[in-house]
């Protein structure tokens, strides 16, 4: 199960992901920061707890997948998969540059472990649930972990996709939302979003869990139950996240989905993560 085996603190684990994406925004002096800072606690878990893959074999055939079908959530997607030893350290500094293996939007074709091409909001999940259903005709026993955001719970797409997955009893996809409560125009409670989400993935035939996603106590505890559950269903988590978090300065921004930092607040960020570095 990947690098789970070591004796690193999911909290160091988090830390480092955190770290590594404020690395690779400093070389372009903006992005979608809060975003990575938020999921950075869920990420951990995924790749240090939950997820069966070979940091040195991205593609063997024995692995859980994990879709990211947010694709501006690139880096902090790249920040684990760094931390995972999947993609070199050394490549921060080409985040987002011309020939780069780690453009600001994900890509399939350029990225180890970058399953998916997100970008197209909305797609994700219905990549997800073909996956899943081609594993279960293989007789593959691989699990099926899909990131989308809370925005995307406004598109038609992934609620055909939500149906879909009923229909083919697919017990082997999670689906993972990253409610940060925040779009491009604003809370996403103001747009689509209003009814209790768990409730509602429930209400469609889905075992809904709902999370502190920055509580990794709530968030272990909600992987393992997704993964054990024994009922035929597909599993969802909503992941509760804080937009920056770690980052008080950050966190205290009224607009936070696309962040511009001035220079000098790239060391004071980093510097305000690396006194709380965790054991």
Same mark, same amino acid.
């Given at each position: 199960?990947?690098?789970?085996?070591?004796?690193?603190?999911?909290?160091?684990?988090?830390?480092?992901?955190?770290?590594?994406?404020?690395?690779?925004?400093?070389?372009?002096?903006?992005?979608?920061?809060?975003?990575?800072?938020?999921?950075?606690?869920?990420? %951990?878990?995924?790749?240090?707890?939950?997820?069966?893959?070979?940091?040195?074999?991205?593609?063997?055939?024995?692995?859980?997948?994990?879709?990211?079908?947010?694709?501006?959530?690139?880096?902090?997607?790249?920040?684990?998969?760094?931390?995972?030893?999947?993609?070199?350290?050394?490549?921060?500094?080409?985040?987002?540059?011309?020939?780069?293996?780690?453009?600001?939007?994900?890509?399939?074709?350029?990225?180890?472990?970058?399953?998916?091409?997100?970008?197209?909001?909305?797609?994700?999940?219905?990549? %997800?649930?073909?996956?899943?259903?081609?594993?279960?005709?293989?007789?593959?026993?691989?699990?099926?972990?899909?990131?989308?955001?809370?925005?995307?719970?406004?598109?038609?797409?992934?609620?055909?996709?939500?149906?879909?997955?009923?229909?083919?009893?697919?017990?082997?996809?999670?689906?993972?939302?990253?409610?940060?409560?925040?779009?491009?125009?604003?809370?996403?409670?103001?747009?689509?979003?209003?009814?209790?989400?768990?409730?509602?993935?429930?209400?469609?035939?889905?075992?809904?869990?709902?999370?502190?996603?920055?509580?990794?106590?709530?968030?272990?505890? %909600?992987?393992?139950?997704?993964?054990?559950?024994?009922?035929?269903?597909?599993?969802?988590?909503?992941?509760?996240?804080?937009?920056?978090?770690?980052?008080?300065?950050?966190?205290?921004?009224?607009?936070?989905?696309?962040?511009?930092?001035?220079?000098?607040?790239?060391?004071?960020?980093?510097?305000?993560?690396?006194?709380?570095?965790?054991?």
């Amino acid at each position: 199960m990947g690098a789970s085996g070591s004796n690193v603190s999911l909290a160091r684990r988090a830390w480092a992901i955190r770290r590594n994406a404020l690395l690779m925004g400093e070389v372009q002096g903006q992005g979608y920061i809060g975003q990575a800072l938020g999921v950075a606690d869920v990420l %951990a878990v995924s790749y240090f707890h939950a997820l069966r893959y070979r940091p040195d074999d991205p593609e063997w055939e024995g692995r859980d997948r994990f879709y990211l079908s947010i694709g501006h959530y690139a880096i902090a997607l790249y920040s684990a998969l760094i931390e995972a030893g999947i993609l070199p350290e050394d490549e921060i500094g080409t985040y987002g540059m011309d020939d780069s293996r780690m453009p600001m939007s994900g890509m399939a074709a350029y990225t180890p472990g970058m399953e998916i091409t997100g970008g197209s909001l909305g797609h994700g999940l219905g990549i %997800a649930v073909g996956a899943a259903l081609g594993l279960k005709r293989k007789e593959n026993p691989a699990f099926v972990y899909n990131m989308l955001s809370d925005g995307e719970l406004g598109e038609g797409s992934t609620w055909e996709a939500v149906m879909s997955a009923v229909q083919w009893k697919l017990d082997n996809l999670i689906a993972i939302v990253d409610f940060n409560n925040q779009q491009a125009d604003g809370p996403t409670t103001q747009a689509l979003a209003q009814v209790p989400e768990a409730a509602k993935w429930s209400a469609f035939g889905w075992f809904a869990q709902s999370v502190d996603g920055n509580d990794l106590d709530a968030v272990v505890a %909600a992987f393992d139950a997704a993964r054990a559950h024994d009922g035929p269903q597909p599993r969802v988590i909503i992941c509760n996240t804080k937009m920056c978090k770690g980052i008080p300065f950050l966190e205290d921004r009224e607009i936070t989905h696309f962040i511009r930092v001035e220079p000098d607040e790239w060391a004071k960020a980093l510097s305000i993560l690396d006194e709380e570095k965790p054991q």
